[in-house]
């Protein structure tokens, strides 16, 4: 390995570590703010969107048209 390959995987290295640590913290405060819950919001609510991905081309047509409202003509 070369020494800028090396500097490149000790900085993904410690992004990594970094993004573990913070997951960690999240979990953490999560599982105390739900422990002190006196009811649990839904679970769409804690996770954001749950829908499936759109199978087809023209599925995805329409969810993007439905998304951002169809698309706009130049005339």
Do not use: Y
Request: proline share 5%.
């Amino acid at each position: 390995m070369t020494p800028w390959q090396s500097l490149i995987a000790s900085k993904a290295m410690g992004k990594r570590i970094g993004d573990e640590a913070r997951l960690g913290m999240a979990n953490a405060w999560h599982t105390a703010a739900f422990t002190r819950a006196k009811r649990l919001p839904p679970f769409s609510r804690v996770v954001g969107d749950t829908e499936r991905a759109p199978k087809s081309a023209d599925d995805i047509v329409k969810a993007l048209q439905m998304k951002f409202g169809g698309v706009k003509s130049d005339g």
